[in-house]
Nanobody, 114 residues
Framework: QVQLVESGGGLVQSGGSLRLSCAAS????????MGWYRQVAGKQRELVAR??????KYADSVKGRFIIYTDNAKNTVYLQMNSLKPEDTAVYYC?????????WGQGTQVTVSS
């Protein structure tokens, strides 16, 4: 089992920045990918960014504004979000993939005011 705990969400004005953190614990050996998804009420959860040993992948809507990176010593993945827009408002979920299984954090709310 993998446990994921997010932090760092909150309220920010348009154009501002936030950094989300996701600490992984438990059986983290062989995690093949970690990433961030977001979901707005009534809509499907969507991929924001993902990082693997092969590199990073971003949704088109966040390219150039968001950066995903890891601190392996802390078993933590971060999402640096810059130039935030009201349409970035959502619940952000941390995700880990291990042995083709998805693990999810509890979610953290990000609200961007105009």
């Amino acid at each position: 089992q993998v446990q994921l705990v997010e932090s760092g969400g909150g309220l920010v004005q348009s154009g501002g920045s936030l950094r989300l953190s996701c600490a992984a614990s438990g059986s983290i050996f062989s995690i093949s990918a970690m990433g961030w998804y977001r979901q707005v009420a009534g809509k499907q959860r969507e991929l924001v960014a993902r990082i693997t040993s092969a590199g990073t992948k971003y949704a088109d809507s966040v390219k150039g504004r968001f950066i995903i990176y890891t601190d392996n010593a802390k078993n933590t993945v971060y999402l640096q979000m810059n130039s935030l827009k009201p349409e970035d408002t959502a619940v952000y979920y941390c995700n880990a993939i291990k042995n083709f299984l998805d693990y999810w954090g509890q979610g953290t709310q990000v609200t961007v005011s105009s």
